[in-house]
């Protein structure tokens, strides 16, 4: 008993959720990554699994009802044959080829069931819907999947996959400390991620890859591991890349060209959609996004994966190149691809462009060009709200309960079919003048006839359908009844109001202008409920001096010279009184801000 209590002095418990694993109090250890922040993350995946498990029921039950509906048909039309009371055998003949067609058709459809299914008649196929089984690509401390053995009663089994031999050491220990129910599921590898997936094709229901940075080199074996119909969960930290100046080095790793925009880090969602898209598309692939967000430091898209050859030859259509302007905030998307209809058959073609002149018609100035980025749908509507349904019926069961019902309610609201946003300050700041509250801009653009809405991805975010010459025309109305002062005749703002509006902008408040959770006072936008509260350093690196704005200066000092204690070495203290659970929400007042949008930026609450 000694033993054992010597060999767990250097060890604290970690719980989250169902879940408990064991780690080394000593931060200059450092041997096996663990970030406490990406409880985020962990909860988010859970929910977003528990809401795939109970879909895929629902398809597989709606799939064997088709069949079985299919399949009396043709015992019936079998039935009504020579020897029956009522029908001719050419009739019923007939009727036979028919409703064979129809079954076979529905075979068809749902090819993907199993592998077995696709080898044996489609009457014969197993009525049981086989358990899930999940692949962790990078498991790290293996919390992860713990979580998923431990809280997700259904599942077959979890693969937990790392290439480091400490990490998997250290998985190890913590399914075997989690007792039974972990040991009897996971199932840990010393291996490459890449090469396993890649020796597995189609075998995982999910694949889940969170690793730290990019994730670029996992994605071409990861679509192929997944099954028909399958999840694959991606997180990217490489947000430097996805959303930084260095444009070239984002096009090696995903194939797109980020610009520059508030907008950047829901472009950086986009592109990497799109940079699965494209790697699925060799292999006749294609992915369907039912939730992408982005949170604290990261990003994290999930998809689902299908196979059809008719189904890729679509995916120009789902890409586009964004024109951002340089001298304004305006933006516009260029599809690479559209339909073109002829004698009732339907052909791909490449789009037609440029959709903008060489200069900006608002202000004047030239375009740049990025992407292609993903400019379809981003989210599935009632997988958003399915999945908030049923973290709000398990709250106990979440331990970022707050944060992410924050998330899932936003993004519930968002218009789903309207890429990118802007942000109202900036395009005040174009002109110079005081901002409107979001209210009064929300009502101007409805008053207008167009759709308006918030966006998860920054608290001043707006997307709507608008064109920017309305945008502009509101923005022109809301200078008359609030002047600025003279600019220099050769800025951006004098150029945007020396055109007189050809819309008369409406500012009485329209019912829709507030959400149903804004007019609740839901909170959607929660402070970061500790300091440092971020990326944390990669396992087996040595802490230095450099990496002070992740652990703090403190901590850092003293690990450098030797002194760190136990109670010490806790890298997060509370920043304010403020938890999770508290804070103020970000909303909208009716009143105009009094401060100008360059000196109003400074102190602005942002998405933690």
């Known amino acids: 008993m000694e033993d054992v209590e010597n060999k767990l002095k250097d060890y604290e418990i970690v719980r989250e959720g169902e879940a408990e694993i064991i780690i080394n109090k000593k931060i200059a250890a450092n041997e096996v990554f663990y970030n406490p922040v990406q409880v985020h993350n962990r909860d988010m995946s859970v929910a977003l699994l528990r809401t795939f498990i109970a879909k895929r029921e629902e398809e597989h039950k709606a799939m064997m009802d088709k069949r079985d509906k299919a399949h009396n048909k043709v015992s019936q039309s079998k039935s009504s044959g020579p020897n029956g009371e009522n029908g001719s ?4 003949d007939e009727m036979d080829v028919d409703a064979e067609k129809e079954t076979n058709k529905v075979a068809d459809e749902t090819e993907d069931l199993s592998t077995e299914a696709t080898k044996t008649p489609s009457r014969k196929v197993a009525r049981e819907l086989k358990a899930p089984v999940v692949l962790e690509a990078l498991a790290a401390s293996g919390l992860r999947s713990i979580r998923y053995a431990r809280e997700i009663d259904v599942l077959e089994k979890v693969v937990a996959l790392d290439i480091d031999k400490a990490c998997i050491e250290a998985c190890k220990r ?49 679509v192929q591991a997944v099954a028909d119909g399958g999840l694959l969960m991606c997180t990217a930290t490489d947000m430097a890349v996805l959303c930084g100046p260095n444009g070239e080095v984002c096009h090696s790793k995903y194939g797109s060209y980020p610009t520059k925009g508030k907008y950047n880090h829901e472009m950086a969602l986009r592109i990497l959609l799109a940079s699965i898209e494209s790697h699925a598309n060799r292999y006749k692939r294609y992915i369907v996004p039912v939730l ?38 305006s933006f516009h998307l260029q599809c690479l691809g559209r339909t073109v209809t002829k004698n009732n058959s339907v052909k791909n073609a490449p789009a037609i462009g440029p959709v903008v002149p060489q200069e900006c018609s608002a202000c004047g100035k030239k375009f740049t060009i990025g992407g292609p980025i993903w400019s379809a749908p981003i989210h ?14 398990m709250k106990d ?12 309610t936003t993004i519930s609201e968002e218009l789903h079919d309207i890429p990118l946003f802007f942000s109202l300050h900036n395009i005040c700041a174009n002109v110079k003048c005081t901002s409107p509250s979001a209210v009064l801009f929300r009502s101007a653009v409805l008053n207008a006839g167009y759709r308006i809405s918030s966006t998860h991805v920054n608290p001043l975010g707006l997307k709507t359908d608008a064109p920017w010459d309305v945008i502009w025309d509101i923005m022109r109305c809301w200078v008359k009844n609030h002047p600025v002062k003279e600019q220099p005749h050769d800025s951006v703002g004098t150029a945007i109001l020396s055109k007189s509006p050809k819309l008369e902008a409406n500012f009485s408040r329209a019912a829709a202008a507030l959400s149903r959770a804004q007019a609740k006072k839901v909170k959607r936008f929660l402070p ?25 200066p403190d901590v850092v000092n003293r690990v450098i010279n030797g002194a760190a204690s136990t109670e010490d070495e806790k890298v997060a203290e ?3 009184p403020t938890t999770e659970t508290g804070g103020d929400a970000t909303n909208e007042e009716d009143e105009p801000s009094t401060k100008r949008q360059k000196n109003g930026d400074v102190g602005l609450a942002t998405e933690p």
């Open 89 to 92: 055998t050419g009739q019923h």
């Open 174 to 222: 913590n399914i075997k400390f989690n007792g039974a129910s972990a040991m009897s599921k996971i199932e840990p590898h010393l291996t490459d991620a890449r090469v396993y997936m890649l020796t597995h094709p189609k075998e995982f229901d999910v694949v889940d890859i969170d690793p730290y940075g990019a994730p670029s080199i996992f994605l071409d074996s990861a």
């Open 292 to 329: 992408s967000v982005s949170m604290d430091f990261y990003i994290r898209v999930f998809v689902r994966v299908f196979t059809s050859a008719n189904e890729v030859k679509k995916t120009p259509q789902k890409l586009s190149y964004v024109y951002q302007c340089v001298g304004c905030d």
């Open 380 to 393: 599935d509507q009632e997988w958003v709200v399915s999945t908030l349904t049923e973290v709000k019926s």
């Open 397 to 408: 069961r979440y331990p970022a309960y707050d944060k992410i019902t924050s998330v899932l």
């Open 528 to 552: 970061n409920p500790e300091r440092h509260w971020g990326p944390k350093i990669r396992a087996g690196r040595k802490i230095t001096s450099k990496h002070a704005s992740l652990l703090g």
């Open 574 to 576: 509370p920043n304010n």
